[in-house]
């Protein structure tokens, strides 16, 4: 902070670092701003996470209540003792999934429980809220004559369900690489984008990743993919930002205005 003689009232020093908190801001806004740029401009490659940066999945059927339902089946098998306490207590579909996978890989019943959660996942496709500009971005992304992937914990079907409906499914096709048998292969793994990427035939520093959550952070990082978080609450962006993202945006509008010219 510059200091400057304190004459009279009106320059005293909360003037000053009001003063100076608005510059730093301004050039931290601006810093964001072509960091963000630079992402965007060197993506020949865009890796999207599913759930989040496209679409809230379960908008309207909550995966609190299919993870509750996930828990209420295994115990009507009498497989109860199967999960931990804090395991049946989940809000995470996915973590009751990994939770069984664990203890039986390889199962009948992981196959079973596996597609009992496709099916909600589908269930949930036909009600989930597309995120703000996320259509046209995809639609602008591919015009400028970027390749886009689904890159996703979710599984495939979904995917292509609510890409279809969006009438999107031409901007990825056929690359949509979701949730496999192989459930140790889930994000953080990277598997899914080591398959985008060779299935693509793109070097990790030519592509982009989208994602909102630290496991997708981490799969990029372990690709060699870099990475824009989305992050649609301050507590997700806390949890990028503390797991070390570098780049964190509360709305997809600055990549579509970025990419259109404005």
Not at 28 to 34: F, L, P, R, S, V
Not at 160 to 185: E, I, K
């Amino acid at each position: 902070m510059v200091r400057r003689p304190l004459g009279n009232h009106h320059d005293g020093p909360d003037t000053l670092l009001v003063t100076s908190d608005a510059k730093t801001r301004t050039e931290q806004t601006a810093n964001d701003t072509e960091r963000l740029r630079g992402l965007i401009e060197r993506a020949r490659v865009v890796l999207w996470d599913f759930d989040g940066p496209i679409c809230r999945l379960f908008a309207r059927h909550k995966a609190e209540r299919v993870a509750a339902e996930l828990v209420d089946w295994l115990a009507g098998r009498g497989l109860h003792d199967l999960l931990s306490d804090s395991e049946r207590d989940s809000l995470d579909p996915h973590a009751v999934l990994r939770a069984v996978d664990r203890r039986r890989p390889g199962s009948d019943l992981v196959a079973e429980l596996e597609e009992r959660l496709t099916q909600e996942e589908l269930r949930a496709a036909g009600s989930a809220w597309p995120t703000a500009y996320a259509d046209p971005l995809i639609r602008t992304w591919t015009a400028a004559g970027s390749r886009l992937a689904i890159t996703t914990n979710n599984s495939p079907k979904v995917v292509r369900a609510y890409l279809d409906g969006r009438g999107l499914g031409s901007c990825f096709a056929p690359h949509v690489y979701g949730r496999t048998t192989d459930l140790h292969l889930l994000k953080p793994d990277p598997h899914c984008l080591n398959r985008a990427l060779s299935a693509m035939g793109s070097a990790p520093s030519a592509a982009l990743m989208i994602g909102d959550s630290p496991s997708d952070l981490a799969a990029a990082n372990d690709a060699g993919v870099p990475f824009l978080g989305y992050a649609r609450t301050e507590r997700k962006g806390k949890l990028l930002r503390e797991a070390g993202a570098g780049c964190v945006v509360g709305s997809l509008e600055p990549l579509l205005r970025m990419l259109r010219g404005r």
